[in-house]
Every structure is written in structure tokens, then in C-alpha cells.
């Protein structure tokens, strides 16, 4: 009998909601005004069509894919299971919080219906349908039970870390409430757990609050696993000795005519010698204590501080030592880039790496960067164990040659003199003088061990850091990390006996120091680690405990809460696993980027002082000894990332046969952007396996909603979540740029042209020739679509060097197709490239119809047009084009120009170094090219330009178009001048004889006078008959107009006009430090008139063709493909794509997609779709 009235209560909660609905609607007797109801959208029985994504299928797949739609859809799922634990519960507050929820959310509910009823009055049914429940399910229940959910969800998470539950357990597993002395004992670690047991077993034979708390200990359990897997916590003991001002002075070291004002930096890190009567600790003093005696080694201890024997675990160096307040560090992969100075952090990887010793392969020397060879740490200087002689054997890459010191400026050394000073004495070394040992400077350093005494010198690293020097050794290291790489189950043990140890009391007992003390606390890390990502972490927990003979699901009161996870994980648990792979492996590749990120920061500031002749402010700055693979990356660090990926996915590389010394040549970039690519893969069929079975329909919900609602027609269960999943993602560009990629898709044309699927010859897809487009074109685009639009990608990074510095242009164009291939990319990218290669067949396709409109609107008659190159180099270089090109810069391959690549310090640690910085080569674009007919490239292109276009060099502007005609050739000729107006003299006389207007031939009089630079004080007639006379003689005069100034120029320009580089005076910049050496090839109206007219326009690709501009045929690609890219012409192209649709549907609706769900048709706008609606 209690049996079924508890049953019966539980029937009544779930029907609340439904009871109310019919009361909120029959509330109101006045009906809607007509054009309210007329305005509505009517859904469709489906949201479109499955060509164009538009299945049901495929929007719920979408939804579940995208991470709103998927923790919304979890969230709801989850909501609804836990709702039979709030029920059944032992303990009454519990049970009672669902009434408490209920009747607010009911009352919230009326208040939202009296809401709009006062502010729409008629009309407040519709606008509460529209306006409320549309987006929540579509029903009074729906969004009743969408607040529940929400409610449920938020309550039953702030359980969870309501209470701590790591504890010390007996024999018997009971907590014991004040260990001490049983904490002292490693075999005793595995004893502390998370767990509330207090008797024989940890739950009680009938429900009960004590079950809940067990509950609660083992989903505490589950997500301190995950957050050891997924962050890889380490506690770091350290100490600093913080820079010091030297007591000599600054000036007495470095140079104050370089740097005037130095301070305690990093650039200028000094520290004092330790005077016999200093009483008071100092960076310097407590150095000298630290390493006396038995070195680092004696803080390597056992739990009970003994410093000699076995289970030496623990490091913990006195924080009286550090110039902070020391103690340690709690260091989490995924946060510890942005949390600390890139360089400790550094530091700290290459000790984690270097404690691990070997990789899952067991390839040696893989791990971490090579610092160099272990030293004896010097006594009594901290400067001296980084400034000193390279070791024999050190790799170039262990430490920095300051090359800039030894290049006096002004016949200025930054270092002073300071061979007399023995404490300082290194200091000069390191600008080279004759007869002194030439000293370099590192960054990181490891002592030597020493048998007997100091056998765990290696357990630390020392390295310079923003504010001084650190010592860091990783706590516990030598418990869990070894060469089979880290034990994860050691790992917990030792961060829970630390975590229970400092709760205890224990930590620093007995120290009137406190210098053994620290602060760190489990249950601190895990509250903000659960809320990042609740629910996956929430159902992992529950999943886990299904599979536990023990677990709560298997204790009184918890079976139907047990019954309906069990269905539950059943169903989602493939999509869940799938999303949190893709999840956590795109998290990892996210984190690469800040290492890459962060450590190119770092130093990038030191190449601008170079390249701002400041390199003096560098001081002794050194670079960090990570080695730039081939794309860039850094994989002595990031390895580190991947080893937690690897341990989190059971030892991926072990299966995949991903080793990791070709990691560290090649890089990391292709092989992580591969495990987000199948990851993404893998999420996408288990979300279109849920979505099929769950067997989803349109439901009808009300008269007056615009959204389809769906309902399974395998479990109701899914409805509600489902529905609020679709609902947060159908506007998001993932879900329109779906519909909108499947006109590509669908477009026969655009499928018969170009196929994206990249190929061994081309990343950027294969081309294929169509009627009108020949082979040669279609060859050809690939390098041409590298070089414009590829080089776009580049330029958009911060650091051009981010994917690795080129040799030359062939390993430059590598770089290109490393960014376009390896770069994260989403949605919009993918529409984006589809959108600009459908623009190139529409501006190429039925001999360049749409290509001459464009620029027969851009270039009418008179307007001076040309095809530009530009670059710049310094002033001093000589010029010539008859030789091997090394003294044409516009055909010579720049190899570091201004520094763009870095400076020959090499920062960055490129394997491939950067040359000799060209400080007059500084173009904004130095290797956009074309192709010349010899083999040869030329650099600089600028495309089409117009007078008022953008100019990479603004000081051309006056040269090209405002007195072009005064710049002349050798023969006192102005080639070209009259060029806009035709391309020969009858033609301009003949444009003269056609105007009909006194102000347009006063306009051509003025262009002769000003741009063409022609004398015409012969034209002094007042009306247009006489002008034109006048006008027309002079034209035909040719001892005044020269027939040159007819013909197109095509050559290169400055102060004069040349087809010889060697005879080229180059425009100068304004400090008169550069030439600009350009070439141009004009351009005019009847050019363009001629596009396209023979089909022989793309024939002799090396050639010059009259059919393409006068152009060969990789320029006019270039023009084509830079046309292809501005957004007015893109939208036209679009829109023919659409119509297109159209001729395949034959549906009339030019072309539109019908869609039937009012939030799709206003994401996707009138552009791209149209009402399907029911009638």
C-alpha cells in the first residue's frame, strides 16, 4: 500500500504541469487580431530537404555535434534521470526539494503568462507561444519541465563538493577521523580515499542520507580520476632569488651611453656577492646556503625529513630561502602557459620530461630539450652556473651566442669593463675580446649528482626566469614518474596524501619556520574542474558506478534511478564518449597553439629591438632552449601535452606507431590536427547513429508556434532534450553553413570543375578543365590560389614564423600548404574556400563573360589602369637585371626581409636559421609573385590598380597617376601617357570626334596638360566644334605627340621609365633609405574589350595574350583569382549559384532553399531560403 501511494505522488508531480496548460489558454476569451495570426509562419512537417542537410536527421546530428547543442541536450537528459534520486531519496529534504521547484516554477510560469498578457493584450497567446514556449519545447509541460531540469541539475551538482570526502581509511575501510603517524608510511598512501564509510560497509541496508554522502565520495572519486588524466597535476616545490641592483651600480656594467637606465629584469639580471658580515638573507646568501653541504640532494627526503635510504618522495625546499614566499606549485597542463612566465614554465617541462627519461617507445633522447651537460654548481655566484664557457658536445641550441655584442654600436660594447671584479668578470666575456675565452649564456642548468652525497642533484633544475632565478624540483616525481613514463594511480596516491597532509595539520608541525609548509587542497581543484565540464564528468561517474557489483546504483532506493541510467547509457553513452574524445583532443590541440603562443612572445620583442637598431636593450637575454621543428611547433614542450593525450587515450602512439622522434624533426601540427580530425569524424557517426534511433517526427504542440517540435517515437524521454538541443544551435553558423555548403554539393557545375579532396600535387583540391576553361588554367590554379589567397592565411599571423622559416621560395610555398592544411578551421572556412572557388569559375567560365563586366565597370575610357609590381631594398643596392637576378629584387626570392623571419641570433631556435636580416626589404607582401616565361618569379604583385586604389608603397601614387606623363624613357618619351584613352593614335582622335560635351573635352584637355604632361597653349578655342579641331590637330601633330605615348608601357618605372632595371632611377622613400624598384604593364579599356573574345585566351600560357589584358597567363590568374576574393564580386557569384539551384530544382523559387521552422528561415535570411510552410 505505501508502494502505490508513492507511486502515485510521483504521477502527480509529472502531471502538474499538464494541468495548468488548458487553465493558462481558456484564461482568455478575446481571440487574436487577424493580421497577428496572418503574420505567423506555419512550420512544416520537416525542416527541409536532406540535399540540402535539412533532414531531421541531420539537424538533430548537427545539434549533438556542436558543444551547445550537445550539453544542452546532456544536461536535460541527465535533469530527467536524476529526478527519480530526488524521489526516492532517504532523506526527506530531498524528496521535498521537487515540490519546492515545482511550485516556484509554476508560479514563475503564471508570471510570465500575466507578463505578456498586459503587455500584448489580444495578441498574448500568440506572443507568449512565439515569444516563451517555442524555444523551450513548444508547451506549457515542455518549458515546466525545461525549468525543472535546470533546477534539478544545479541543486544535485551543488551536492556534490558540498562536503570533502578524501579520508583515511583503516583495515576495514572505516575513515579514520585524525590520522598522524599513519600518514608518515608510503604503504599507507592507498588507504586515503574518497569515501564516508563509518562501519563495516559504506552504505546502510535502507536509503538514507549516509548513502547519499557515499554517493557523493564516489562521484568525487571518479572526478579526481579525470581531473589527474586530463590536467596532469604536479606540485612543484620551488624557490627564487629575485634580481638584484648590483651595489657597484648598473653603469659600472653595462653601458649607459646604450642603455641609460637599466633595472632588475631578466634583460639585466645581476645579483651582489655575499659579504662576511651580512646578517640578513639576500638572493645571494640564500643561494649559498641552499647548495651548501649536500647540495640539492638534501631536500630530497623521505615522510619522515630523513635525507638518506630508500623512498626519498618527497621534495621540500625551505621556503625561508626564497626571496617570495616560496613553497609550491600546483602545475596543470592546461592553464600553466597562461598562469606563469612561459620560461618557468619551460622549465618545469623539460625536469617533468627529463624525470620520465624515455617516451612510450623508449626512444631515448626524444624527450625534452638538451640544456646541456650537468654541472657542479658554482659556490658562491649564481650568474656564474649560466655565463660561462659552452660545454664540449652542448648543442648549439642549449644556449645563446649574444652574436649583437660583439657588433659595437657607435663604437660602443655594452658590456663595461669589469675584468678587475671577479664576481663580475664573466659578465665581459661575453662580448669576444682578443685573448679572452669567449663566454655564452644559458637559461637552464642541472647539477651534477655525486655518489654518496648528492645522488638527487638531478631532481632540480635551475633556470633564469623574469624576476630572478629558480630552483624547482617536482614533489613526489620520483614516486610516480619513471622511465615507463607517469604511474597515473601513484600520481593520485601522492597528491591525496599531500592534499590530507596539509589538511591534517601536519604540514609544518613542529617548524617555528614554517619553511615546510604550503597550501594545497584537492577538493580546491576539483569544484572548478567539475564546473567546466559538469555533465560529461556527471555521467562518467554514473557510468562508472554502473559497472560497480558495489556502487550506489545497487543500494535501497536508488533502483529506479538505477533503471532509467542504465537506458540511458545505453542509448547516449557512444555520443557522449565520441563528443568528449573530440572535446579533449581538440582542448590539447587548443593548448599547442598557447605554447607555440606564448614561447614566440616571449622573444619576439628581442627581435624588434634588433630590428630597431636597440639591440642593446636585449642585454643578456637568452633564448630558451626548445628547438622549432620543421612547421614550427616546439615538440620538446609540447610533447609534454601529447604524452596526456596519449595516457588519457590509453596509449594511443603505442597503436598508431606515431614515434616521437619524428615528432621532433617534423613537428606536432599535422599529427594533432589528424586526431581532431578523427575525433570530429567519430563524434559526427555517433551523432547521426543517436539521431536515427531515435526515430524523431514532427509534433504538433499549438496553433500558434513557428518552430517544428519534435517527438521520438523510441522514448518521449528524448523529446524535450532533443528539441532544446536544436533549439541552441539552428541559428549557429555550424548549422546554416550546412544548408548553405550544399549548394556547392549540389551544383553539377561546381562538381565538374573542382573536387576538394586534396591530392599528392595540390592540398587546395583538384581542377578540372570544363568547355570553356581549359587545362592550362586549371594546372595552373593551384600555385596561383597558393600565392594569393594561401598567403593571405599567412599574413594573418601574428608570427610569420609560426610555421616554420623558409630557405627558399620552394620551402616558403611548403609553409603556405602547412598553414592551409594543419590551421583549425570551421565551418565558416569551409564555406568561405567553397565560395571563392565557385567565384573563380564564374569570373573564368564562358570565355571570362563575367570577368570582362567586372572590369569594364572598373576600368572605362581614360582611366589609367595597370598591372603593378613593387618591392622595396635599400638605397645603396645596385640595380640590375642582367645577371643572375641576385641584384633584381623584384625577381630575387627575399630571404629575411626586415627581420620578418627573425634575426641570426635565431630566437626562436629554428633548425633552419634565419639569414642576415635585409633592413631595405621591407614589403608588406614580399613573396606574392607570377610567373615570368624564363622560370623566373617576380615579386610584389599588386594586381589591378586604379587611381584611389590602395598602394603597398603610397609613394608611387604621384609616379603612376598624377604625373605619369613626365616620367620618361631614355628618348625623352613618355610611353604610354595617352594609353587610357586607346591603343593608338586614331583612336584617340577618334574618342575626341565622339564627344558631345564642352566639360568632357575640357576634361581630356586638362588630362593632356596635367597626367600626359602635352603642351596645349595651341587650344584656345571657346566653343566644343572649334576645341575638337584644335584638340584633334594637336593629336595628330607628331612632332609634339610622340606615337609612344599610344602604346602600352610595359617596364619598369620610377623617376624615369625603363625596360633595363640597370637604367632605372627607383622611386625613393621619404627618409631616403629604400629604392622602390617597380614594373608595371598598363592596362586599358580596350584591353578589356578584347577579353575573352577568342577561345584561344588561355593558349601560350607564357606568353603575353591581347585576349587576356596583354598579360601571360599566370599574371592574369593572379588578377582573376584576387577578383575572385572581394565580396562585392562573390555575393554576384553567389546569387547566379543560387539561381542555379534553381534550374535544378525547377521549383520557381529562384533557387532558395523551402525550409519549415521559422528560427532556420531567419538564420539563413531570404538570401539563401524560403518559407516552406503548412498551409
Known amino acids: 500500500m505505501v508502494k502505490l501511494k508513492k507511486l502515485k505522488k510521483v504521477k502527480l508531480y509529472s502531471s502538474l504541469f499538464g494541468l495548468l496548460l488548458s487553465a493558462g489558454i481558456v484564461a482568455s476569451c478575446a481571440n487574436p487580431n487577424q493580421q497577428t495570426l496572418q503574420n505567423l509562419f506555419r512550420p512544416g512537417t520537416t525542416f527541409g530537404e536532406s540535399r540540402n542537410n535539412l533532414s531531421t536527421q541531420q539537424i538533430t546530428a548537427s545539434a549533438l555535434t556542436q558543444s551547445a547543442g550537445f550539453k544542452t541536450f546532456l544536461d536535460n537528459a541527465l535533469a530527467q534521470v536524476l529526478r527519480y534520486w530526488y524521489d526516492d531519496n532517504g532523506d526527506e529534504s530531498i524528496r521535498k526539494r521537487i515540490k519546492t521547484f515545482t511550485d516556484a516554477i509554476n508560479q514563475d510560469y503564471q508570471n510570465e503568462l500575466q507578463t505578456r498578457r498586459d503587455q500584448f493584450r489580444n495578441d498574448y497567446q500568440v506572443r507568449f507561444q512565439t515569444d516563451v514556449l517555442d524555444a523551450n519545447g513548444g508547451s506549457e509541460a515542455s518549458w515546466k519541465q525545461n525549468q525543472l531540469n535546470s533546477r534539478i541539475l544545479s541543486d544535485f551538482n551543488s551536492l556534490i563538493f558540498q562536503e570533502s570526502f578524501l579520508n583515511y581509511t583503516d583495515e576495514s575501510n572505516q575513515v579514520v577521523s585524525r590520522p598522524s603517524k599513519e600518514l608518515l608510511d608510503v604503504k599507507n598512501w592507498s588507504k586515503i580515499k574518497f569515501t564516508n564509510q563509518t562501519k563495516d560497509t559504506p552504505y546502510t541496508t535502507k536509503a538514507s542520507a549516509a548513502n547519499n554522502r557515499q554517493m557523493f565520495a564516489e562521484i568525487q572519486d571518479v572526478i579526481f580520476d579525470q581531473w589527474v588524466r586530463q590536467v596532469n597535476p604536479n606540485l612543484v616545490s620551488r624557490i627564487v632569488f629575485t634580481n638584484q641592483t648590483p651595489t657597484i651600480g648598473f653603469n659600472k656594467i653595462f653601458n649607459k651611453k646604450l642603455v641609460a637606465t637599466p633595472t632588475n629584469s631578466y634583460e639585466f639580471q645581476t645579483f651582489n656577492p655575499v659579504s662576511d658580515n651580512q646578517l640578513n638573507n639576500t638572493p645571494s646568501s640564500s643561494y649559498k646556503q641552499v647548495i651548501a653541504n649536500n647540495g640539492l640532494s638534501q631536500y630530497v627526503t623521505t615522510v619522515t625529513r630523513k635525507t638518506d635510504g630508500d623512498n626519498r618522495y618527497l621534495i621540500d625546499i625551505p621556503s625561508r630561502f626564497s626571496s617570495d614566499s616560496g613553497g609550491k606549485l600546483l602545475m596543470s597542463a592546461d592553464e600553466m602557459y597562461t598562469t ?324 621532433s624533426t617534423k613537428g606536432t601540427k599535422k599529427y594533432i590536427f589528424e586526431q581532431v580530425k578523427n575525433a570530429q569524424e567519430n563524434l559526427q557517426k555517433e551523432a547521426i547513429k543517436l539521431a536515427n534511433a531515435l526515430n524523431l517526427q514532427s509534433d504538433s504542440v499549438s496553433s500558434f508556434s513557428q518552430n517544428i517540435i519534435l517527438r521520438s517515437n523510441t522514448d518521449r524521454f528524448y523529446s524535450l532534450p532533443i528539441n532544446l538541443a536544436i533549439n541552441s544551435t539552428i541559428a549557429a553558423a555550424d548549422t546554416t553553413n550546412l544548408v548553405k555548403n550544399s549548394f556547392f554539393t549540389n551544383s553539377n557545375d561546381f562538381k565538374s570543375f573542382f573536387d576538394l579532396t586534396p591530392t599528392t600535387n595540390s592540398v587546395y583540391g583538384t581542377f578540372k578543365p570544363t568547355p570553356t576553361i581549359s587545362k592550362n588554367v586549371t594546372d595552373l590554379l593551384p600555385e596561383t590560389i597558393r600565392t594569393v589567397y594561401g598567403q593571405t592565411l599567412w599574413q594573418a599571423l601574428n608570427d610569420k614564423s609560426s610555421y616554420g622559416v623558409p630557405a627558399d621560395i620552394t620551402s616558403f610555398n611548403q609553409i603556405i600548404d602547412r598553414i592551409f592544411t594543419t590551421r583549425k578551421t570551421t565551418s565558416d572556412d569551409t564555406l568561405n574556400y567553397n565560395t571563392l572557388i565557385y567565384t573563380i569559375k564564374w569570373l573564368l567560365e564562358n570565355n571570362l563573360k563575367n570577368f570582362k563586366a567586372i572590369m569594364q565597370s572598373r576600368i572605362a575610357i581614360g582611366r589609367q589602369a595597370l598591372a603593378l609590381w613593387s618591392v622595396s631594398s635599400s638605397a645603396d643596392k645596385k640595380l640590375d637585371d642582367t645577371s643572375n637576378g641576385s641584384n633584381n629584387p623584384l625577381t630575387q626570392y627575399a630571404a629575411n626581409p626586415n627581420y620578418l623571419w627573425g634575426s641570426t641570433v635565431n630566437w626562436q631556435n629554428h633548425k633552419n636559421a634565419p639569414s642576415m636580416a635585409d633592413r631595405g626589404s621591407d614589403s608588406k607582401n614580399p613573396y606574392q609573385y607570377t610567373n615570368l616565361n624564363n622560370n623566373t618569379k617576380r615579386y610584389g604583385f599588386e594586381g589591378v590598380k586604379l587611381r584611389g586604389d590602395t598602394l603597398n608603397y603610397s609613394e608611387l601614387r604621384e609616379t603612376l597617376f598624377d604625373r605619369y606623363g613626365s616620367v620618361k624613357d631614355d628618348k625623352n618619351v613618355a610611353t604610354g601617357a595617352l594609353y587610357p584613352y586607346g591603343n593608338s593614335r586614331q583612336t584617340v582622335v577618334e574618342y575626341v570626334q565622339n564627344l558631345s560635351f564642352l566639360s568632357e573635352l575640357d576634361g581630356f584637355i586638362k588630362f593632356l596638360a596635367s597626367e600626359a604632361q602635352i603642351a596645349t597653349n595651341t587650344i584656345t578655342g571657346r566653343n566644343l566644334n572649334d576645341k575638337k579641331a584644335q584638340t584633334i590637330a594637336l593629336l595628330n601633330d607628331t612632332t609634339k605627340v610622340n606615337d609612344g605615348l599610344f602604346n602600352r608601357f610595359s617596364g619598369y618605372i620610377g623617376q624615369n621609365r625603363s625596360d633595363k632595371l640597370a637604367t632605372l632611377q627607383a622611386i625613393r622613400s621619404p627618409d631616403q633609405s629604400k629604392i622602390l624598384p617597380t614594373f608595371i604593364t598598363q592596362i586599358n579599356y580596350q584591353d578589356v574589350n578584347q577579353l575573352g573574345q577568342s577561345s584561344q585566351w588561355s593558349a601560350n600560357e607564357t606568353s603575353n595574350n591581347i585576349y587576356r589584358l596583354g598579360l601571360n597567363l599566370s599574371e592574369f590568374l593572379a588578377i582573376v583569382v584576387m577578383q575572385a576574393m572581394n565580396a562585392d564580386t562573390q555575393s554576384n557569384a553567389i546569387t547566379d549559384l543560387i539561381r542555379q539551384n534553381s534550374n535544378n530544382q525547377n521549383n520557381g523559387t529562384n533557387g532558395t532553399v523551402g525550409v519549415g521552422d521559422r528560427r532556420l528561415l531567419n538564420a539563413l535570411t531570404t538570401r539563401w531560403a524560403h518559407s516552406q510552410s503548412r498551409n
Do not use: C, M
Open 340 to 663: 606563469f612566465d612561459v620560461a618557468f614554465t619551460d622549465a618545469y617541462v623539460n625536469q617533468y620530461l627529463y624525470d620520465i627519461r624515455k617516451d612510450v617507445n623508449n626512444i631515448d633522447s626524444t624527450l625534452g630539450a638538451k640544456i646541456g651537460a650537468q654541472i657542479d654548481l658554482d659556490n658562491d655566484n649564481i650568474s656564474k652556473n649560466f655565463i660561462r664557457q659552452k660545454n664540449n658536445g652542448d648543442p648549439d641550441s642549449a644556449y645563446t651566442k649574444l652574436s649583437y655584442l660583439t657588433r659595437p654600436v657607435n663604437n660602443e660594447n655594452l658590456i663595461e669593463d669589469v675584468s678587475g671584479n671577479n664576481f663580475y668578470s664573466e659578465y665581459q666575456k661575453l662580448q669576444k675580446t682578443n685573448g679572452t675565452p669567449e663566454n655564452v649564456i644559458y637559461d637552464f642548468v642541472r647539477a651534477k649528482n655525486k655518489n654518496g652525497s648528492q645522488p638527487y642533484n638531478d631532481k632540480f633544475i635551475v633556470s633564469r626566469g623574469k624576476d630572478g632565478v629558480h630552483i624547482l624540483g617536482i614533489d613526489g616525481g620520483t614516486y610516480y614518474l619513471s622511465s615507463s613514463g607517469r604511474n597515473i594511480e601513484k600520481q593520485k596516491e601522492f597528491l591525496k596524501f599531500r592534499s590530507l597532509y596539509k589538511s591534517s595539520g601536519e604540514a609544518g608541525k613542529n617548524d617555528p619556520h614554517q619553511e615546510f609548509n604550503y597550501d594545497f587542497s584537492i577538493s580546491s581543484q576539483l569544484s572548478p574542474f567539475f564546473n567546466k565540464n559538469s555533465s560529461v564528468l556527471l555521467f562518467t561517474a554514473l557510468s562508472n558506478a554502473l559497472r560497480q557489483p558495489n556502487s550506489y546504483f545497487n543500494q535501497p532506493g536508488f533502483q529506479r534511478f538505477r533503471d532509467e541510467f542504465t537506458k540511458l547509457d545505453q542509448q547516449i553513452s557512444g555520443l557522449v564518449n565520441a563528443f568528449e574524445n573530440w572535446r579533449f583532443t581538440t582542448a590539447i590541440s587548443d593548448t599547442l597553439t598557447t605554447i607555440r603562443t606564448r614561447l614566440n612572445e616571449r622573444v619576439a620583442k628581442y627581435v624588434t629591438n634588433e630590428k630597431d637598431n636597440k639591440a642593446a636593450n636585449n642585454g643578456i637575454a637568452g633564448r630558451l632552449p626548445d628547438v622549432a621543428a620543421e612547421d614550427g611547433s616546439y615538440p620538446s614542450q609540447e610533447i609534454y601535452q601529447l604524452l596526456v593525450l596519449n595516457d588519457w587515450k590509453n596509449n594511443q602512439f603505442k597503436q598508431s606507431n606515431v614515434l616521437a622522434d619524428d615528432l
